[in-house]
Nanobody
Framework: QLQLVESGGGSVQPGGSLRLACTASGTRLDYYTVGWFRQAPGKEREGVSCISAGDGSTYYADSAKGRFVISRDSANNTVYLQMNSLKPDDTAVYYC?????????????????WGQGTQVTVSS
């Protein structure tokens, strides 16, 4: 059974950076498409980025393009989300999720496994 644990969240000033990590146990994360979602208070869950298990294709929401980078670290069974030029609007709980599909997946309902989330706060 795949289990996901997020880490790397915290508080940062606008313009700062954070690197979120999604570390898997129970099986190889390489076999799964992995996504990052976020949910701010009072708002719906929003897809941020995704990396496919097949050819490593990636997806970024418009809000993340040019600022966030998703990547795999197979040796550590981890997927990272490097977040740069952070804005107050990026404040949210960030969730890692995985699907056995080999395709890029944007819909939250298509994912099978979810982590508990990590808080990111961007404030001056």
């Amino acid at each position: 059974q795949l289990q996901l644990v997020e880490s790397g969240g915290g508080s940062v000033q606008p313009g700062g950076s954070l690197r979120l990590a999604c570390t898997a146990s129970g099986t190889r994360l390489d076999y799964y498409t992995v996504g990052w979602f976020r949910q701010a208070p009072g708002k719906e869950r929003e897809g941020v980025s995704c990396i496919s298990a097949g050819d490593g294709s990636t997806y970024y929401a418009d809000s993340a393009k040019g600022r966030f980078v998703i990547s795999r670290d197979s040796a550590n069974n981890t997927v990272y989300l490097q977040m740069n030029s952070l804005k107050p609007d990026d404040t949210a709980v960030y969730y890692c999720t995985a699907s056995p599909s080999t395709l890029v997946i944007r819909a939250a309902g298509a994912y099978n496994y979810w982590g508990q989330g990590t808080q990111v706060t961007v404030s001056s």
